[in-house]
């Protein structure tokens, strides 16, 4: 989730064009609100529709959310780590359901940008670096986050993902009961009890062997998704150009619920397993 700190002048245009799209949309539906409702009004109705005086103080006014958004990367000259092509997918997926709820694992000088995004929705940033995380807290304490830690380390992966093949990986429970050593199991409780629209995976770091990975971050991801009573989640996974995210994604968030691929971003789409439907963990 943390970039290097260099200047990307390019990028931070074109995501403060993003911010833009998004502030239109927002007045936009604003103001059709507003002309739905003076539709309805008395033919010898007093009020003049469209003349400020009769419009309340927070009329087409920006989210203080955006606002901020807005200004932090304006004038910050660090900006997030993922290219504009990938921010795009996950906009994309955020102008069609916003508000929602959004659960991203990591917490960056990309959130901000996720939690306006995803304006009147809840996103919650879950992060390993407890220091890390009062940094962002004093800069952004709008933020919901969260401290957990990870057990596993990148060079366990050959051995979880034998482990995952087993019966007690596939079965469709609460992550938190799950017999799985893939299961996170001491995640915050909000993170299992609510029902997420989208999850992104970008973290734990996963730079090393001896670093964490994110083989548990992306099984358990999986998981959520296919617990929810009903409907369906779009999961992110980032940094699919190494190998751990790579062959998990592709393992355990399935190839044939993949809707796409851009750069190192990929964009999976899973159904719930438990609305009466009969489905194989992944597609056949």
Not at 26 to 48: E, G, Q, T, W, Y
Not at 101 to 110: A, E, I, M, R
Not at 191 to 204: R, S, T
Not at 231 to 247: P, S
């Amino acid at each position: 989730m943390r970039p290097k700190h260099h200047r990307l002048s390019n990028l931070k245009i074109l995501i403060i064009g993003v911010f833009v799209a998004f502030l239109l949309l927002f007045v936009l539906r604003s103001s059709f609100s507003s002309s739905n409702s003076d539709a309805f009004l008395p033919k010898d109705s007093k009020i003049v529709i469209g003349r400020a005086e009769n419009c309340s103080r927070t009329c087409g006014k920006i989210p203080p959310s955006l606002a901020q958004a807005l200004i932090h990367y304006t004038t910050s000259t660090i900006t997030p780590q993922q290219t504009l092509k990938e921010i795009k997918v996950t906009s994309r997926v955020l102008q069609k359901k916003s508000p929602c709820n959004f659960l991203v694992f990591g917490l960056g000088h990309d959130s901000l940008m996720w939690a306006a995004l995803n304006h009147g929705g809840r996103t919650i940033f879950l992060e390993e670096d407890a220091i890390w995380i009062e940094q962002i807290r004093r800069r952004f304490p709008m933020l919901e986050s969260y401290h957990v830690t990870y057990d596993s380390k990148v060079n366990q992966a050959d051995e979880l993902m034998e482990v995952g093949k087993g019966p007690e990986c596939t079965a469709i429970v609460d992550a938190r009961y799950s017999m799985c050593q893939l299961a996170l199991k001491g995640l915050p409780g909000e993170a299992y009890d609510i029902k997420w629209d989208l999850i992104m995976v970008d973290a734990p770091t996963g730079y090393h062997d001896e670093a964490p990975g994110r083989m548990t971050a992306i099984y358990t991801a999986g998981m959520m998704a296919r617990n929810r009573a009903d409907g369906e989640t779009d999961v992110f996974v980032h940094d699919v150009n190494r190998a751990v995210e790579d062959k998990f994604s592709k393992e355990f968030l399935c190839d044939g619920y993949m809707k796409k691929q851009e750069g190192r971003l990929r964009h999976f789409t899973i159904p719930s397993h438990r609305d009466g439907m009969e489905r194989h963990f992944c597609p056949l």
